[in-house]
């Protein structure tokens, strides 16, 4: 056995294929499959199956995949670690952000931050969403990921760093709009009642973001129906669709700045219209000096929008 075997077989199981896991590794379809049984006979083990479906792991290959993951995780640390010090000219990070709040102000204000102390590092930002990058944080492709709670790995800890709330946007112009800024006996500012959302125009992000399963749970959750016209993965799409009077939406506060200028929102009248963000790391690895730092930064994040 040696480190490359655990690639092997990992890399078989991503692709579910020997042909293309061969491709992909550049070794002969033929020596691949002698290092597989190879392996099998090693530990006694059947790893694969094979059927019209493809190549797939059996409850043993899954087990040994789960294992070859954190074998190779900590022979790529240890090569993190030693380049780092040897190489001290090559500095990079890598971060994952939630694609709901890498467009927000916050995460802008943590990259600025971390630039202006190590303007000579290289970061490389991946936008998903958060069980993506979980996922990733695993695997050891990126470094450390800012993300919406709760993490669902024990493999991994957390720093909660800001409460976010789902705000509403009302279309310019619109019957929403007028009925929130016309209360009479509330102030402009008070919580806006769901119910008055029942069939507006409305836009919201594509089915299967978070934003989205928020909106569908409310409208069950009060009994209302959302007339959705427009479908969008970007806020400023959104809201630019309800400063032009077109649908009004819910986005995230982080997306605006603190300076109050721009299109009006509003906080909604609902205890679950919010989200905790969290910065993460994977436990028991090795974390260099800037990954540190942006765990540092992220956390302050907090005293500095309270």
Not at 128 to 153: C, F, M, T
Request: proline share 4%.
């Amino acid at each position: 056995m040696n480190i490359n075997d655990f690639l092997y077989i990992t890399t078989i199981a991503e692709k579910g294929s020997f042909t293309s896991a061969a491709k992909e590794l550049y070794i002969a379809q033929p020596s691949l499959s002698q290092r597989v049984r190879h392996i099998e006979n090693t530990y006694e083990i059947s790893l694969f199956t094979r059927d019209a479906k493809g190549t797939r792991l059996t409850p043993e290959g899954e087990c040994f995949v789960r294992y070859a993951h954190r074998i190779l995780n900590c022979e790529k640390e240890l090569r993190k670690e030693i380049e780092d010090m040897h190489n001290v000219e090559k500095r990079s990070l890598r971060v994952g952000g939630s694609e709901q709040f890498v467009g927000s102000y916050l995460f802008e204000q943590m990259i600025i931050k971390f630039n202006d102390v190590h303007p000579d590092v290289k970061l490389e930002i991946a936008s998903h969403n958060s069980s993506v990058n979980q996922e990733l944080l695993l695997q050891g492709k990126i470094d450390i990921a800012i993300i919406y709670l709760p993490v669902r790995s024990p493999e991994l800890a957390c720093k909660e760093i800001y409460h976010d709330r789902y705000v509403l946007v009302p279309a310019v112009g619109s019957d929403l709009e007028a009925a929130i800024t016309g209360r009479k006996k509330k102030k402009a500012d008070a919580p806006v009642d769901v119910r008055l959302l029942d069939r507006c125009p409305f836009a919201t992000p594509t089915p299967g973001t978070q934003l989205y399963r928020f909106a569908t749970e409310m409208q069950d959750k009060y009994g209302i129906s959302l007339d959705i016209q427009h479908y969008g993965r970007n806020y400023s799409m959104l809201t630019s669709l309800a400063d032009a009077g077109i649908a009004s939406t819910i986005v995230l506060e982080s997306f605006f700045y603190p300076d109050g200028k721009g299109i009006p929102y509003y906080y909604l009248d609902d205890p679950d219209a919010q989200l905790h963000i969290g910065v993460v790391w994977r436990k028991d690895s090795y974390m260099n000096n800037y990954a540190s730092e942006f765990v540092s930064i992220a956390g302050d994040i907090r005293k500095d929008t309270d």
